[in-house]
């Protein structure tokens, strides 16, 4: 990276905090050159996203960039005033950023001139009072599902339009092909049906019931943003956790990346119709899930992570007795996962299916297993990490073919690491207590933790007022990076490969609406 561009951000560690009056404040044409120098240096965006100035709100919003510089392992922060509530878009030079310019468009009511198409995310009421999206008439937010549609013109074109309730028990979400035949010429994915307003319930936290909302931000990745919102309440605490704590946390989040991992191969398995895999994964998932139910008395997690530590402790009888499932595990996963390597049928469903090139992956900003599955090194566990992961690392689980495949074998070689390390951790569990004292946040600061979802980077961009309070929760769920990527991957493609794309990527439809 140029000195230049070094010198315009303030460089920070992840769940590290710093006073905010620290952050350099941009004009809005500085902030924009900065961010698009720093990305063609190599730097992606972890959040985008506007905040208040102070308590009363008084002033116009202060829209802050958090980058990610993944090769030297910091994060990179800028801010800039939105003045006049517009802002210069950066969408159309960097798509990356188009979901989260038409966000601050409708929690702030601030117009990102210059936008391709600002539409509604969530169709949500603003963050900020007394504000209106671009978008809404006479302040109203737009009524949910309700919003103009890419169309394709031409007498062989039809559209499809599928959700937002859908033939499973899964959240819903709104699809939309447009194509010609067969053929996928355009897919367009609206959300924002199950609007929980939980970065709203936060702000002035935290209380009781923050942990809470952070285990439910989306309820398959409980351990994942727990940790995140957890790392950055002790950060902004100066609280320090034992040795123990951090290895405790570390197992429980392989525990759910591999209960997920599994899962997913088993419903690939079942999509193209092959039974026997699709069968056993199922079961499968239940014995990790199992696993960490043993351990916190809750199969997703709810309750093991809390700010100061954990809130269990796993005894040497529970790790002996972890340690055999897990070795049965791994027995069982192997055979039943190789049954798709080895069956013709299925690979040929699987390969040059859903492709998502590197470059796109890298335009779009994808993160976890589908950035790794197109050739991205993107792994917060290695590129930034955190608490134990610190001294033990997992080795970077990659492919590069960009298709249904390589998002199921990145899944694969995951679940292999992941066991490997679940095993060293069980049988060398440090000492230490399970919760440190988290005592008052600290006045006027901000915080960014990353923590390794099973789906992808999770950010948690936290800035606090002169009472220590939560002024600002910015939460960005690796959903958020990844949606735009299966709209890519169906283009050209068929109306029947959408639901093998679709799980091949299991993004979180609650993640995404908050």
């Known amino acids: 990276m140029t000195a230049a561009v070094k010198q315009t951000f303030l460089t920070i560690h992840n769940g590290r905090a ?24 190599g730097c992606r965006v972890s959040a985008l996203f506007a905040a208040p100035d102070g308590p009363d709100q008084s002033f116009d919003p202060l829209m802050y960039a958090v980058l990610a510089d993944d090769e030297t392992s910091v994060l990179r922060l800028a801010t800039a005033r939105i003045e006049g509530k517009t802002f210069p878009s950066l969408a159309q030079s960097c798509p990356q950023i188009q979901l989260f310019e038409r966000e601050i468009a409708e929690q702030y009511g601030c117009t ?48 499809v339009a599928v959700g937002p309730v859908h033939a499973g028990v899964i959240e819903p979400g709104h699809f939309r092909f447009q194509c010609q035949g067969e053929e996928i010429l355009h897919l367009e994915i609206s959300l924002g049906y199950q609007h929980r307003g939980v970065e709203r319930a936060l702000i ?16 398959d990745t409980t351990i994942g943003h727990g940790t995140a919102f957890s790392l950055a309440v002790e950060a902004l605490a100066n609280c320090r956790k034992s040795a123990r704590a951090q290895a405790l ?87 039943a996962v190789e049954l798709l390597w080895d069956s013709p049928s299925v690979m040929a469903r699987l390969e040059q299916v859903g492709m998502v090139s590197s470059a796109t992956a890298q335009e779009l900003g994808l993160v976890g297993p589908a950035a790794r599955a197109s050739g991205l090194p993107r792994d917060v566990r290695q590129n930034h990490p955190w608490e134990f992961y610190q001294f033990v690392q997992i080795p970077l689980s990659n492919c590069d073919s960009g298709d249904v495949f390589a998002r199921a074998y990145v899944r694969w070689l995951e679940i292999q690491q992941s066991i490997k390390y679940l095993t060293e951790r069980l049988r060398a569990l440090p000492a ?18 990353l923590v390794e979802g099973w789906r992808g980077e999770i ?25 735009p990527a299966l709209a890519c991957a169906m283009r050209g493609g068929q109306i029947s490969d959408f639901p093998l794309c679709n799980k091949s990527f299991n993004l979180s439809y609650c993640g995404q609406d908050l």
């Open 18 to 41: 710093v006073p905010r009056h620290n952050v350099p404040r941009l004009s809005q044409e500085q902030f924009g050159h900065a961010i698009l120098d720093a990305l063609a240096d």
């Open 432 to 449: 230490g207590n399970l919760l440190s004292s988290v005592g008052p946040l600290a006045t006027d600061q901000i915080v960014v933790s």
């Open 204 to 219: 002035g936290g935290p209380d009781k019931r923050s942990i809470h909302y952070a285990e439910t931000l989306a309820g």
């Open 249 to 335: 946390r570390g197992i429980g989040l392989e525990l759910e990346r591999l209960a997920n991992h599994i899962g997913d191969l088993g419903a690939l398995a079942g999509d193209v119709g092959f039974l026997p895999t699709a069968s056993f994964c199922g079961r499968i998932r239940g014995d990790f899930l199992n696993m960490t139910a043993a351990i916190c008395g809750n199969r997703f997690g709810r309750g093991f992570i809390r700010p100061g530590g954990v809130g269990f402790d796993i005894t040497s009888e529970l790790a002996l007795e972890l340690e055999q499932k897990l070795d049965k595990a791994r027995r069982d996963c192997q055979s």
């Open 459 to 483: 950010c948690h961009a936290v800035l606090t007022d002169q009472n220590g309070r939560f002024l600002r929760y910015k939460i960005v769920d690796p959903s958020f990076h990844n949606w």
């Open 112 to 159: 990102p001139v210059g936008h391709p198409w600002l539409k509604p995310v969530r169709f949500a009421p603003p963050l900020a009072p007394q504000s209106s999206a671009p978008w809404s008439q006479d302040g109203e937010i737009p009524q949910i599902g309700v919003t103009d549609f890419y169309r394709v013109g031409g007498d062989e074109v039809h559209e």
